[in-house]
């Protein structure tokens, strides 16, 4: 497993952008298929995108299609969710997640390593 520490979250308004950040620790993080998950007051964690192991390939569920953009930086030990034109129901704890072989595996059960979340909220 990895160590996942998330960051950037925060109150911002209804348009604006924010850059998540999901830094990654422990042997052969550059491996590991890395994803954002958010979840709303209420809600069931919910699938973002996910990010291959080399970076080159991202897949998008329903709520990142779009507006989001999942990058990372190996050499960092580091993935990044650029979120644009936010609106209110964006607002969520967003959670970085990783594994060794969940490609394009969009429930939370298929990852093993987690982040403790960061807080969105857009106001509106």
């Known amino acids: 497993q990895v160590q996942l520490v998330e960051s950037g979250g925060g109150l911002v308004q209804t348009g604006d952008s924010l850059r998540l950040s999901c830094a990654a620790s422990?042997?052969?993080?550059?491996?590991?298929?890395m994803a954002w998950f958010r979840q709303a007051p209420g809600k069931d964690r919910e699938f973002v995108g996910c990010i291959s192991w080399n970076g080159v390939t991202t897949i998008y569920g329903n709520s990142g299609e779009g507006r989001f953009a999942i990058s990372r930086d190996n050499a960092k030990n580091t993935m990044y969710l650029q979120m644009n034109s936010l609106k209110p129901e964006d607002t969520a704890v967003y959670y970085c997640?990783?594994?060794?072989?969940?490609?394009?595996?969009?429930?939370?059960?298929?990852?093993?390593?987690w982040g403790q979340g960061t807080q969105v909220i857009v106001s509106s």
């Open positions: 422990g042997r052969t993080v550059s491996r590991y298929i």
């Open positions: 997640a990783a594994d060794l072989v969940a490609w394009g595996a969009q429930s939370p059960n298929d990852y093993n390593s």
